[in-house]
């Protein structure tokens, strides 16, 4: 809030010392560290009042709105993310003995989400590398672009020359 350094905080307490005196500093600070401890409540308590109304005036609802309108992508991966962790936490084969029919089929099904779970992870690592490629193409190409428009050498040191 002030911030005060080391150096400043040494002068603040050579000063204080001079002027109140070594018998009466500890009694001067005790009353400065129960002034700061109110004020710290203070702003707690109104931060918390403030964090109060905003989510009875439904800010925080409005911030997620403009959130999905901004990033819409994003937002249905979340829900996504959200549907499938509550989906993996639903299938727990432990649940049921080994021996049922039930168990059986509890550690099947546990055994396909894993697979599905691999595969779309598998699939995901593969989409973002072939964007990055892609990427990385147009990023090629549009330098090569303004190097052969402007006749500048490259990168490597190299000079171009215009086409």
Do not use: C
């Not at 600070?29 to 109104?46: D, I, L, P, S, W």
């Not at 499938?84 to 055994?111: C, H, N, Q, V, Y």
Request: aromatic share 4%; glycine share 10%.
């Amino acid at each position: 809030m002030f911030d005060l350094g080391l150096s400043e905080m040494l002068v603040v307490g050579t000063v204080a010392l001079i002027v109140v005196g070594p018998k009466d500093l500890p009694v001067l600070f005790r009353n400065v560290g129960r002034y700061v401890g109110k004020a710290k409540g203070m702003a707690r308590e109104f931060s918390r009042a403030m964090n109060d109304a905003a989510d009875d005036a439904g800010i925080k609802d409005v911030a997620k709105g403009l959130k999905t309108a901004s990033n819409p992508v994003g937002s249905v991966m979340d829900s996504v993310k959200d549907a499938t962790k509550d989906l993996t936490s639903a299938i727990d084969p432990t649940k049921f003995g080994p021996g049922t029919e039930t168990g059986k089929l509890s550690a099947e099904r546990a055994e396909s989400a894993r697979k599905i779970q691999a595969s779309t992870a598998r699939a995901a690592a593969d989409r973002k590398a072939r964007e990055a490629a892609e990427a990385l193409a147009k990023a090629e190409e549009a330098e090569a672009a303004v190097t052969g428009a402007t006749g500048v050498t490259d990168v490597t040191g190299g000079a171009e020359s215009k086409p």
